[in-house]
T-cell receptor, first 113, second 110 residues
Framework: NAGVTQTPKFQVLKTGQSMTLQCAQD?????MSWYRQDPGMGLRLIHY???????DQGEVPNGYNVSRSTTEDFPLRLLSAAPSQTSVYFC????????????FGSGTRLTVV | EDKVVQSPLSLVVHEGDTVTLNCSYE??????LLWYKQEKKAPTFLFML????IEKKSGRLSSILDKKELFSILNITATQTGDSAIYLC??????????FGTGTSLTVIP
């Protein structure tokens, strides 16, 4: 049981480049989210999805796109990377309707130069 | 605006000390409060609290919720270097939105 798998673990981008952070879960969770974590800011919600074909914006969605074509996968796309997007990104999933808690991926450390 | 505030932001203690971490919240339609421990990588779940006054305990860690005063505390007794981590508090709205605090960074010195 792999849980939540995120790739890559580390990435360096140049300003203006685009890329996709991959996230996959094998727990059949309906609810998936992307967070970014910055020093002193805690975890901030970027986008989330309550099921395949349904996505919505979180607290800090600008500069990011998501899609949810299957229950398992929830990729995060950076359209045109900016230094302000330097952060650690976490994908997380949980059962809809329970507040038991998220299962988090291991994170992606992204640096934009 | 819904918010979760943790204090202190950081803490340095010696092994064997007892620490208390605080989480206060202003979240309408409260459903539950969760504590997570984050070491080098992903946060891992510690406790879920839904009712006031009922202590959750796991080894040297314990937590309690006060829904009237809108706060929770996480206690760690006889701290060890392995307790060094960021401790995150999250409050869950009845709409299933999670609101995370900024975390408390705990460092335990041998």
């Amino acid at each position: 049981n792999a849980g939540v798998t995120q790739t890559p673990k580390f990435q360096v981008l140049k300003t203006g480049q685009s890329m996709t952070l991959q996230c996959a879960q094998d727990m059949n969770h309906e609810y998936m989210s992307w967070y970014r974590q910055d020093p002193g800011m805690g975890l901030r919600l970027i986008h989330y999805s309550v099921g395949a074909g349904i996505t919505d914006q979180g607290e800090v969605p600008n500069g990011y796109n998501v899609s949810r074509s299957t229950t398992e996968d929830f990729p995060l796309r950076l359209l045109s990377a900016a230094p302000s997007q330097t952060s650690v990104y976490f994908c997380a999933s949980r059962d809809t309707g329970t507040s038991y808690g998220y299962t988090f991926g291991s994170g992606t450390r992204l640096t934009v130069v | 605006e819904d918010k979760v505030v943790q204090s202190p932001l950081s803490l340095v203690v010696h092994e064997g000390d007892t620490v208390t971490l605080n989480c206060s919240y202003e979240v309408t339609n409260f459903r539950s409060l969760l504590w997570y421990k984050q070491e080098k990588k992903a946060p891992t779940f510690l406790f879920m609290l839904t009712s006031s006054g009922i202590e959750k305990k796991s080894g040297r860690l314990s937590s309690i919720l006060d829904k009237k005063e809108l706060f929770s505390i996480l206690n760690i007794t006889a701290t060890q270097t392995g307790d060094s981590a960021i401790y995150l508090c999250a409050v869950v709205h009845t709409g299933n939105q999670f609101y995370f605090g900024t975390g408390t960074s705990l460092t335990v010195i041998p």
